[in-house]
């Protein structure tokens, strides 16, 4: 299964709240921080561990130690108040910001920053984008990870289209998928319907 859509009650009545219209800027950015910290958890259900002895205050204990180091590729700028969350579960995290926007008359992905220099230095890198919708900066993103030399990549959104989901499958089916709801489909500007509207506008109050 490549995409997973999370039935967690607790994912679906905050993507509720999240998806209102009434729903202010600071409730907006405190609901994708929690929504992100859930998916997280299911995201990373299948990390590896390793096991090392240590010494508690009482006596030596086996413990499990992540064997996989995470990294984090927000897309900016809607994907930063996902990185927020993502940094308190790994705050070692090796975070490589992702500039793409889409052209509004084109609706193609244009690149505008990235720092992916030297070698990657985490196993697997997640990249953050609350809104999957037509997958055209998804894509280029799983591109321009690739190209750097990343070899097992996870994205992590809120909600998709069908669209979306389908063009990311089809360009990297190795890329597993994780989101909080797919809804019906996209508009002609490219607006996920029923979605929540512009997630970038919506956090900072553009
Ligand atoms: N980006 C958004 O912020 N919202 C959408 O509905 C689609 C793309």
Redesign the pocket.
């Known amino acids: 299964m490549s995409v997973h859509i999370s039935q967690h009650p607790l994912i679906r009545h905050k993507l509720g709240l999240l998806r209102r219209r009434d729903t202010p800027p600071w409730l907006f950015r405190q609901l994708i921080r929690e929504l992100t910290l859930l998916l997280l958890y299911e995201a990373t259900a299948d990390l590896t561990l390793w096991t090392e002895r240590i010494e508690t205050p009482l006596e030596v204990a086996e413990v499990s130690t992540l064997a996989q180091r995470v990294g984090l590729a927000p897309i900016l700028r ?1 994907g930063l108040g996902m990185v927020e969350a993502a940094l308190e579960l790994f705050p070692t995290a090796d975070v490589r910001h992702l500039g793409i926007y889409r052209d509004h008359a084109t609706l193609l992905p244009v690149e505008y920053y990235s720092r992916l220099q030297g070698i990657p230095r985490a196993d697997v890198y997640l990249i953050l984008d ?2 999957l ?1 037509t997958g055209q900066s998804a894509v280029a993103a799983v591109d321009l990870l690739t190209r750097w030399g990343v070899q097992h990549i996870k994205f992590v959104g809120l909600i998709g289209a069908p669209e979306g989901i389908r063009r990311l499958r089809e360009s990297h089916p190795a890329v597993e998928i994780y989101l909080a709801a797919e809804d019906r489909q996209l508009n002609a500007a ?3 319907l029923p ?1 929540l ?4 506008d919506r956090q900072f109050r553009t």
């Open positions: 809607a609350p809104m919708a490219g607006y996920i979605g509207g512009d997630a970038g």
